[in-house]
């Protein structure tokens, strides 16, 4: 069922999964022990109640299709696997590495949207 919707609407699904789950856990500081499925779940209802227009463009029938939800739930699986597994850049891995000098700092990190996580929070220490 989800594969049979548009393009566009796929998209904007996996966009909208993304956002909250860098909202998230940015909300939980990366900390893994924090991470709790149900809670991304429950925020990430939120999001696509009031912010995601493609939410809006979904029928009736399928928001309450059982396998929509299945298929849904391994989309959000397969999403945030594909995050996980996204390798820092060189460049985020540099600025880390300099920034956690400056601050004498040894935080670590395993994926590219953690490594942003870090680079922000490091920066900010910064100010």
């Not at 809006?56 to 928001?63: N, R």
């Not at 600025?95 to 004498?104: A, G, S, V, Y």
């Amino acid at each position: 069922m989800l594969h049979s919707l548009p393009s566009g609407l796929k998209i904007s699904i996996s966009r909208s999964i993304s956002t909250v789950f860098e909202q998230y856990m940015e909300k939980i500081g990366w900390d893994e022990k924090k991470y709790n499925i149900e809670d991304f779940i429950k925020q990430w209802q939120v999001y696509i109640n009031e912010h995601a227009s493609w939410y809006d463009k979904l029928s009736d029938d399928i928001k309450k299709d059982p396998s929509f939800h299945e298929e849904l739930a391994a989309k959000i699986n397969e999403t945030i696997q594909k995050i996980l597994s996204e390798a820092p850049t060189d460049e985020q891995m540099k600025t880390i590495e300099n920034l956690q000098r400056k601050h004498n700092n040894k935080d670590s990190y395993s994926c590219k949207m953690e490594a942003k996580f870090l680079i922000n929070s490091l920066k900010s220490k910064t100010k």
